[in-house]
C-alpha cells in the first residue's frame, strides 16, 4: 500500500504533531543548516535525528537535499573520486542507521528552477511557475549531454553495489524543469526513454526512480502508463500536478490539474507500490506569507487528506 509522507523539519514543531494527526508517520527530511566545513549531515547527525524521530513515533523514511553529489562528480570533472568515495560513505552511514531511500538529482549548475512565485490560483491562493522566456540569456559553457551520460555511467556503475550492500535505494529525481538544457548547461533526465537508459545502466532495485509527476507531466507522459512502465524500479514518489510543458509551466492544486489522479493512483496499486509519497509543491494559502513558496503547511494538510481518499478508492 502507498505509505502517505510528508517532509518535516530536523526540529520538531507543530508540523510534527500535525503529521501524526493525519496519521501520517513516514517522514521525509530535506537540508539544515550545517555549516561550511561540512557538505551533508554525519552519521551522529543523522544518528541525533532517527533518534529523535523514533522518540516521536515518526520513522525517518527518505533523506532527500543534503546529498553529497558535487557538479564535478556530474560533470565527470577531476577530482570525483574523492566525492563518490564520499558519497559512498554517506551511503553506508544510511544503511546502518535503516534509512531506506535517498533522493537526488542529476542537475548542473543551476538546480530546480521556477521563475514565478506569487501566481494566483484557486481562491486568492499562490503557486509557482516556470517561463522559459523569462529566464536568464544561456551562458556559454562546454558541457555536453555526452559528458553528462558518461558522468552519470561511471557514478551509478561505483555506487549502485553500495547501496545494494547498504540496502540503500536510490531514487534518481527528473531534472526540473524537464528541458533539453538550462542556461547553457544540458540536462539529460528529461523523458520516459532517458529513465529507461538510467535504468539500464546499472539493473538493480537499488538504481531507482523519484517519480516527480509534476516532472512527467511536463515532459508530456502519460502518467498511469509511466508509473505501469516502471513499475518496481520507482523508489518514491513526489504526488503534484502542472499544465503546461517543459518550456512553461504553473503548479496546479492536486485535485485541479490535467492529470487523472485517481488513474494514477490506482496505477501504484496495480504495480504493488509501497513506498512514501508525499505531496509536492503545494499552493499557499490564506494567512501564510509565500516565503516558502510551494512548501507551506495548509496546502499539505489538503493534499495528504485528498492523497489519502484516492488511496481509499484505488485500493476498492
Sequence with gaps: MVQPALILPPEPDERWQLAKQMDVTKVVIHPLEIGDDKTHWSHDDLR???????DADLEFSVLEGSVPISDRVRLGQEGRDEDIAEFKEFLRDCGELDIPVVCYDWMAGVRWARTEA???????????????AKMQTDEPTDVTHDQLWEALTYFLEEVVP???KA???????PDDPPRESLRGTPR??????A???????YDSEHNGITFCQGNFAAMGADIPEAIRHFGDRINFVHFRDVEGDEDRFVETWHDAGPTDMLAAMRAYHDIGFDGPMRPD??????????SN???HTLGRLFAVGYMKGLIEAAEE
Excluded: F, Q
Excluded at 509543491?281 to 509565500?290: F, I, K, Q
Design 188 to 193: 539529460i533526465i528529461n523523458s520516459v526513454e
Design 48 to 54: 541525533g535525528l532517527k533518534n529523535w524521530l523514533e
Design 167 to 173: 540496502g540503500v535505494k536510490l531514487g534518481l529525481h
Design 162 to 164: 553500495v547501496a545494494e
Design 118 to 132: 506569487h501566481i494566483e490560483s484557486r481562491g486568492g491562493s499562490y503557486v509557482t511557475g516556470y517561463d522559459n
Design 195 to 201: 529513465y529507461d537508459r538510467v535504468l539500464d545502466i
Design 281 to 290: 509543491h503545494v499552493p499557499t494559502m490564506a494567512g501564510e506569507d509565500n
Design 293 to 295: 513558496p510551494g512548501y
